[in-house]
C-alpha cells in the first residue's frame, strides 16, 4: 500500500458566530463529501485519500480530523461544530497548512488539496498576516499542493487573491445553493483525481471545467 499515491485533503472549515445559521447545511455537505471521497478513493484504487479538517475561530483551532483515512472516517455533527465568536482565518490558514506541511516532510508520492470555507473575511489574527499566508501559498504550489477557497458574504475572489489563490466557489446561504456548492466541489475532486492518474496538475483550474459542465447528477 505504501506504492499508492497520497492524497491529502486538507479542509479548513470557518466555525466563527455567522456561521450558525447555515450550520446544519455545512454538516450535512461535509459529510456528503466524505461519502464522496471514498467513492473517489474506490474508483482510483491507485490513490490512498486522507482527511485533514480543522475548524476554526478566534477561540482556538479545533483539529476534527487529522491524516485519518477516508473510509475510517466518523461524520461531523452538532457536538463538534458550533460556531461561535470571530475570524481570524490566516491564523487558521497558517496553523493547518504549516502542520500537515512538517508532517509531510521527507515524504514523497503525495498531493494535497487545501479547501478553504468561510463566509466572512479575515477579522482577528494575531499570527500571521495575510503576506506570510501568500508566501506559503506561493512556496506550496511549486510542491504539489492546490488551493482552493470557497466562500460567501464578502468579494471572495478579492480576498483569495492576495493569498494568491485562483481557485475560487461562492455561494448564498441557503440550503438549495450550498446543496450545489458541494456538488460542485466534489465533481471537481473527482476530476482532480483524473488529473493526477494523468499527470497533469490542476493548481489554478480546479473549478473552471466543472462550470462548463451541463448537468449536475
Not at 459529510?31 to 467513492?39: P, T, W, Y
Not at 474508483?43 to 479538517?53: A, D, G, K, N, R
Not at 461544530?81 to 500537515?100: C, E, H, R, V
Amino acid at each position: 500500500m505504501q506504492n499508492k499515491h497520497q492524497v491529502h485533503n486538507l479542509i479548513i472549515l470557518d466555525e466563527s458566530g455567522s456561521m450558525s445559521s447555515i450550520k446544519s447545511s455545512i454538516i450535512n455537505g461535509f459529510n456528503e463529501l466524505v461519502q464522496s471521497l471514498k467513492g473517489i478513493e474506490a474508483q482510483f484504487p491507485e490513490q490512498e485519500h486522507l482527511i485533514s479538517m480543522v475548524s476554526f475561530n478566534d477561540l482556538n483551532n479545533k483539529i476534527l480530523h487529522f491524516v485519518d483515512r477516508v473510509n475510517e472516517m466518523d461524520a461531523i455533527n452538532d457536538s463538534t461544530y458550533n460556531p461561535n465568536s470571530m475570524t481570524p482565518l490566516f491564523d487558521a490558514m497558517g496553523f493547518s497548512i504549516s502542520k500537515l506541511k512538517k508532517y509531510l516532510e521527507g515524504k514523497d508520492n503525495y498531493s494535497v488539496l487545501v479547501t478553504v470555507l468561510t463566509d466572512g473575511e479575515e477579522n482577528s489574527s494575531k499570527e500571521y498576516s495575510g503576506l506570510a499566508i501568500k508566501n506559503l501559498v506561493d512556496e506550496l504550489k511549486q510542491q504539489n499542493w492546490t488551493f482552493t477557497y470557497i466562500g460567501t458574504g464578502h468579494d471572495v475572489e478579492g480576498m483569495a487573491s492576495k493569498m494568491n489563490i485562483q481557485n475560487t466557489m461562492t455561494f448564498d446561504k441557503n440550503d438549495s445553493d450550498i446543496k450545489r456548492m458541494f456538488i460542485k466541489d466534489s465533481k471537481s475532486r473527482v476530476r482532480y483525481s483524473e488529473d493526477i492518474k494523468n499527470s497533469k496538475s490542476s493548481n489554478d483550474n480546479f473549478y473552471s471545467t466543472i462550470e462548463k459542465s451541463k448537468s449536475v447528477t
